[in-house]
């Protein structure tokens, strides 16, 4: 157990309500009265302090802004071209060439080498951590038609030399589960539908085949109809949607590791950034497109972009990009523009949740898919100790302060649910001589950036955030995820202490949960068994009072057991999953071992249900 595991045992919050709670840190403390200034005391208490919003103004007199002014750059390893694309003060680009049918790749640059790769003493580097090589205990289950068998090791073949170089110079030894059947997945032109718990390299699990694809096969020739004479326009091979800016970004920074000396460009656009800008950089050359659906489809209304040359398309974290928030989108950029229609191209979709509405959603994007579950369908991994504490509402911020006092070194992000409480709850903090800083959808994206720098270099070591950080952000060194609100949809719990226990790393998580939180509870308490953690008495005894209620995801799934599988395999019947299904051991990609799916073969029933009903609400940022 962590450190920070064993300090929280020792604290005594959990279990019973105590409205009068006194930190320890803040017992005796001068002016006495703590839990009068937790309640807004600030307000008339102005030390002076400087805001850790740069230029946010708020309220009274700050004094000096924290982060004003700073670059606004958070590429890990300080790379250049993170945001907005001004491409300034970037060093050369090893970009390679197709030459007649040939790749040419670029020379060696040192200098970008650093850049991209860093060096594994650098602090923004995340190594992988004591627990990898269990990823390999996990087991997999591969369904679909002619399953490929998986990889065990990178080699050349079959990933083309040049990626498996980069890979290298990542630092990446192995596979980690979902890489090793993803590629010859992909490879095999078979459509994915891939879920894989949090921080289990996921991202490579896309990037590595349709790289490694690209890099052999070189880009289609671009038709002659779909150019402009008037209009430069992007003909990208590959597109990558995502749902927040933060997360495109960060896939694009992936993107330019992997694609050091070939031919493939990488971009990104994404909104809340200078368009013009965007625009430049895609007239560059874009092979490889990292966007958010909004900001793609005013560049493929503005016809910039023509989507008529992909072969590949990815939905990032898709049961989000699926959901009532993006579907329209989605559904514009795909069956509303010049993209191939789904039986030429592939379509490639990943997320470490799959609720069964949006596994059921997402067929009408995909064709003869392969699906993939490395673990159960929204598990969490066992890296990540979790915590459940019983907190009134009026007790949160004492209760905050006192997990704080017990925690480690490292960083840790604190979720809450609106936009106000972020704000609120990091003044808070700050009054306390906190560093923290706060990320939310009403923050503008410079204000964004700099709060995400300032977390990932550790000058505010706590960051609040809405759910707008909830999903595939990876920022090393987080050890503790606090859900200070929890969310009404498990998945999202998932998704956001996924945060912690990345890479075979282990973490933190804890919740503070009241009578308030009772539509999340039975779910918790199957995601805290699954995931073999303490399941705390009062929780068993609240889920048990409100069991006969509704579940989670808006309330109208019964249970999320039915959530943790292949949907075509619970009830569907549909496209002929594989006979011998394949819960092996998963240890060196073994598949078709012992079945655990008797109870649910193939029922061909396909009547599961309400079908069109979407499911979150389309404001979670
Ligand atoms: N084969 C590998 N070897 C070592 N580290 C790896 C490997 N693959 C990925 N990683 C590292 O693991 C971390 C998590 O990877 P990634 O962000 O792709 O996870 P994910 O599954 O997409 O997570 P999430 O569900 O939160 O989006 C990253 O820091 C990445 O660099």
Known sequence: MSDLANNMENLNIGGKPKSSYVPPHMRGKRGGGQQQSFDGGFEDNDRGSFSYFGGRGGRGNRGSSFFGGSGGRYGKNGSGNGFGGSGQGRAPRGVGKWVNGKHVPAAKNEQLEVQLFGTPEDPGFQSSGINFDNYDDIPVEATGNDVPDPITEFTSPPLDALLLENIQKARFTKPTPVQKYSVPIIAAGRDLMACAQTGSGKTGGFLFPVLSESFANGPAPIPEQASSFYVKKAFPTAVVLAPTREL?????????KFTYRSWVRPCVVYGGADIGSQIKELNRGCDLLVATP?????????????????KYLVLDEADRMLDMGFEPQIRHIVDGCDMPSVENRQTLMFSATFPMDIQHLARDFLKDYVFLSVGRVG???????????????ADKRSALLDLLAASDDGLTLIFVETKRMADALTDFLIMQDLKATAIH????QGERERALNAFRTGRANLLVATAVAARGLDIPN?????????????????????RTGRAGNTGVATAFLNRGNKNVVKDLVDILTEAKQEVPPFLTQLARESSGGRGGRGGYHS??????????????????SRGGSSWGSGNGGSRGGSSWGNSWGNSGSGSWGNTSTSSAGNSWW
């Open 248 to 256: 495109a970004t960060q896939i694009f920074e992936e993107a330019r």
């Open 294 to 310: 909004g900001r793609l489809s005013d560049l493929l209304e503005r016809g910039r972009i023509s989507l008529c040359n992909i």
């Open 379 to 393: 598990s969490t991994s066992e890296n990540i100790t979790q915590n459940v504490l019983y907190v009134e509402d």
């Open 441 to 444: 959808g009403d923050r503008s």
């Open 478 to 498: 987080v050890t503790h995820v606090i859900n200070y609100d929890l969310p009404s949809d498990i998945d999202d719990y998932v998704h956001r202490i996924g």
């Open 559 to 576: 249970s999320r057991s039915n959530n943790t599988r292949d949907y075509r395999r619970v009830g569907g019947g549909g496209s002929g």
